[in-house]
């Protein structure tokens, strides 16, 4: 059932955390690191009806960071495709923040579309065409636990968290709390031991 990609769909993996049982391990790992943060969050908790009548249940909704997070595969091309029910929801709530991650928590690659700066008419593959449009979570440099996504250009903006948020001009970086959630969910789930077959066996 599991595949390299950890995909979500017909081969993904469910995968139990903290007493809650996920669909994939993608999002498993997601939630392995939002704990890591301190930040509160629900999974699958609220049913929306979208005003194409279409149901949709995010994720993720991010408490501390007041947004719901979508968690989709490793692929531009699924994203894509499956990226249309959370690109409404942002446009049916002006100013609700909607998020997509495209894989599991990456401190090295951002994946993190942030959809409500989008009209929705702004095809997705002109979002993704462009790396200054994905991001990834940081950590204030000088406010412990007030997080921020970050894209490659520099540029982003504060998020929440539990911290305190004080007045200054520092650059967020991979460190500390945010360093330590991306180390735990990679390490997360490891994936069970290959067993040998013997060849010779007559069983």
């Known amino acids: 059932m599991?595949?390299?990609?950890?995909?979500?769909?017909?081969?993904?993996?469910?995968?139990?955390?903290?007493?809650?049982t996920y669909r994939s391990r993608t999002e498993a790992r997601w939630a392995v690191f939002f704990d890591t943060l301190g930040v509160q969050f629900t999974y699958e908790a609220e049913k929306i009806t979208l005003s194409t009548g279409a149901i949709y249940i995010p994720d993720f909704y991010i408490v501390?960071?007041?947004a719901y997070f979508e968690v989709k595969p490793s692929s531009d091309e699924i994203v894509t495709a499956e990226a249309t029910k959370a690109r409404c929801l942002a446009h049916d709530r002006p100013g609700q923040r909607v998020w997509l991650a495209i894989g599991g928590p990456a401190p090295k690659t951002p994946n993190v579309l942030v959809l409500d700066r989008w009209p929705v008419d702004v095809p997705i593959e002109d979002i993704l065409s462009s790396p200054e449009n994905r991001y990834w979570f940081h950590e204030d440099r000088r406010d412990e636990r007030v997080y921020w996504l970050h894209s490659e250009m520099f540029?982003?903006?504060?998020?929440?968290?539990?911290?305190?948020?004080?007045?200054h001009d520092r650059p967020p970086l991979n460190h500390r709390h945010v360093a330590e959630a991306y180390k735990r969910a990679l390490a997360a789930f490891p994936p069970p031991p290959r067993v040998a077959i013997d060849k010779n066996s007559k069983n």
């Open 2 to 20: 599991p595949t390299s990609s950890d995909d979500r769909g017909a081969q993904a993996l469910q995968t139990e955390y903290g007493g809650v």
């Open 64 to 66: 501390d960071f007041k």
């Open 155 to 167: 540029h982003g903006f504060a998020v929440g968290g539990p911290g305190t948020w004080t007045d």
